[in-house]
């Protein structure tokens, strides 16, 4: 019986917004025959906007402004109404008066609707309530709204509708459009940040033979008029690093790369990444541009070196602490991987501590399984974990003084993986040597390893200076500057199931 009403509850419900978007057409039907089409208007003059209007009301009070934006609210009082028009930057009341605008166009604004865009021409004014508005002496409908926005008070919940349907949620979510207006400053003083130091943006192929600078399967597809099949790149490292052997000596890029894998509160298969290498340092240069960076970032885009992410605090402020990778598993696993010798032993370890792995595992890359195991989730305050076994960074410079480590650090903060740097790998022979190992895991069932890149071997051989290189993740860090739960939240158009799938 319940269920009965209910769906008659939903067919009725249906049969109302029929009603209403039938209604709409209508109105437009109208509009067109009397000659009045919004969507035959090309442009609009608008001179302020909703904020800078109430922030600059000394100057502007009683002088003539003309806004334009999204009708989000209206009421109609006889020979009075007002409405609230809602623009980039916030929202303002408008008050429209048939003496004022002519008795047609009154006729005409009271069939507006909710969700219309409209712009107003009026004086700058204070209500008998002190609120700032708008006294219009003329209104343009702009746009129909053919559909109908989600209810004012409740605004659009549904995430999964908020994702697909992202210009609804920014009309009627501000915090979201907050939010995506934060990403663009973020992107833009990073730029500031990098600028400062003498890097030069450069741009790299999207459409790559060889996928590689990363461990991840590509997307692949096929270039009709080569004939040739191809990759979406996963990474921007190797292109990036030809241009430093070509001389140029501070490089970097902030752009999309594509990785076909699962999507969740963190990974979605197309993201924006940026890498930057610098020619004549190492990973510590690394360590302290990153550093800086990020206390640059939380000063001028939050305000402050300590920002709070989902209630806690991060203080970006104090040093950022270094550990090594067995130093840490050895704080939080109980275990000393510098006292293992062979795979076989590592192999064991991870038997009694109900860490799996695979036949073709090494020492390293048990060490990294138990890393990921007992120490991701205690690194909450920037830490940058150093050192990692050479078996799992086919790209990076050997230490001196220990060949099985590599010169590299991942930071981490709130528990995610923040970026991955290195001293770069410059020796052409080791590096063919690194491929080659990658082309054997590849044949083992490592879908993620790395091919032979024989072009990047060759502009090796030309020679390329000591550098340092690094990786950041620009959803993942607009998502704790901006205090986002997931990475949906900060990609405007994320990556959802077709719906009829």
């Known amino acids: ?77 006889g020979k009075a109404s007002f409405c609230n028009i809602q623009d980039l930057p916030g929202n303002i009341q408008c008050y429209v008066a048939r003496d004022s605008i002519g008795e047609e166009a009154y006729a005409d604004f009271k069939k507006y609707d909710v969700g219309d865009i409209a712009g107003i021409e009026g004086e700058v004014f204070t209500t008998k309530t002190g609120e700032i508005s708008v006294h219009a002496t003329g209104v343009t409908l702009l746009a129909k709204s053919l559909q109908i926005l989600p209810e004012k008070y409740h605004g659009l919940t549904n995430t999964d509708i908020r994702y697909r349907q992202r210009y ?42 060889n996928a590689g600078g990363a461990a991840a399967r590509p997307f692949e597809t096929h270039y009709n008029a080569l004939d040739e099949d191809v990759k979406l790149r996963i990474s921007l490292e190797l292109y990036l690093k030809r241009l430093i052997v070509g001389g140029l000596e501070r490089v970097y890029e902030i752009g999309r790369v594509f990785r076909n894998e699962g999507v969740d509160t963190r990974h979605n298969p197309e993201f924006t990444l940026m890498e930057l290498y610098q020619a004549y340092t190492d990973y510590e240069g690394m360590m302290e541009l990153t550093e800086s960076m990020f206390r640059y970032l939380a000063q001028t885009v939050c305000g402050s070196t300590v920002i709070t992410y989902n209630g806690m605090e991060i203080d970006f402020g104090k040093p950022f602490e270094r550990i090594t990778m067995n130093e840490c598993i050895k704080k939080y696993a109980g275990v000393d991987f510098d006292a293992v010798e062979s795979d076989e032993t590592a192999k064991a370890l991870a038997d009694q501590h109900h ?42 410079k050997k ?103």
């Not at 969507?39 to 003059?45: G, V, W």
């Not at 979510?173 to 990073?190: C, G, Q, W, Y």
């Not at 090796?460 to 993740?473: A, D, K, Q, R, V």
Request: glycine share 6%.
């Open 1 to 77: 019986m319940a269920e009965e009403k209910n769906n008659q509850a939903k067919q009725e419900q249906q049969q109302d917004i029929g009603q209403l978007l039938k209604v709409r057409r209508e109105k437009l039907a109208g509009l067109q025959e009397a000659g009045k089409d919004p969507f035959q208007i090309t442009k609009y003059d608008v001179t302020h906007h909703s904020t800078q209007i109430k922030d600059q009301y000394g100057e502007l009070e009683g002088k003539t402004v003309r806004i334009a934006g999204r009708i989000m609210s209206k009421r109609i009082m």
């Open 168 to 209: 609804t949620d920014l009309i009627m979510n501000a915090e979201v459009k907050d939010t995506f207006i934060k990403r663009s400053r973020i992107i833009k003083e990073i730029r500031n940040f990098l600028d400062g130091r003498g890097f030069m943006e450069v741009e790299t192929p999207m459409l790559v033979p």
């Open 355 to 396: 860490i799996a792995y695979e036949a073709r595992h090494t020492k390293g890359d048990i060490i990294n399984l138990f890393f990921e195991e007992y120490c991701e989730k205690n690194l909450v305050q920037p830490t940058f974990v150093m050192d990692h076994p050479l078996a799992i960074s086919p790209l990076t």
């Open 399 to 501: 230490k001196p003084e220990d060949p099985e480590k590599v010169e590299r650090f991942e930071l981490f903060i709130n528990t995610w993986e923040m970026c991955n740097a290195y001293s770069e790998l410059n020796d052409p022979l080791d590096q063919r040597e690194r491929f080659a190992a990658q082309d054997a895991a590849f044949a083992a069932g490592d879908e993620e390893a790395n091919h032979t890149d024989e072009d990047f071997l060759n502009a090796l051989e030309i020679g390329m200076p000591p550098t340092g290189g690094i990786g950041y993740g620009i959803d993942r860090l607009v998502m704790l500057l901006t205090d986002s739960p997931a990475i949906r939240d900060v990609l405007l158009f994320p990556t959802m199931k077709s719906i009829d799938k």
